[in-house]
């Protein structure tokens, strides 16, 4: 008689159980537009951030490498998110709308 290892077998209760379990790859709109708002804003306060701190906006250019580091802050997050839906959308291998989190 052959060994039957009974923690990886298949039961009726598992073919019933089947059906909760369904992949839904729908882009999430919510995170998508939080990413590229994300990336918007973070790519104007660079910008801004740099042309501030090269004419002294604000009498030095403390206020202008505040703007240029929030700006960076803003952008890396969305950059990568944004990134990760834009393939996902593509249907490269690897990337999938699941991977972004939830808001």
């Given at each position: 008689?052959?060994?039957?290892?009974?923690?990886?077998?298949i039961s009726d209760e598992d073919m019933m159980m089947e059906n909760t379990y369904t992949v839904n790859n729908r882009p999430p709109i919510k995170e998508i537009a939080l990413a590229v708002s994300?990336?918007?804003?973070?790519s104007i306060g660079m910008i801004l951030g740099i042309i501030m701190a090269s004419y002294k906006v604000g009498g030095d250019r403390t206020h202008g490498v505040?703007?240029?580091?929030?700006?960076?802050?803003?952008?890396?997050?969305?950059?990568?998110?944004?990134?990760?839906?834009?393939?996902?959308?593509?249907?490269?291998?690897?990337?999938?709308?699941?991977?972004?989190?939830?808001?």
């Open positions: 008689m052959a060994y039957v290892d009974h923690a990886f077998s994300l990336l918007v804003f973070g505040f703007f240029t580091i929030l700006g960076s802050i803003l952008f890396i997050p969305g950059f990568y998110y944004t990134r990760i839906a834009y393939y996902a959308y593509k249907g490269y291998k690897g990337f999938s709308f699941s991977t972004i989190p939830p808001v």
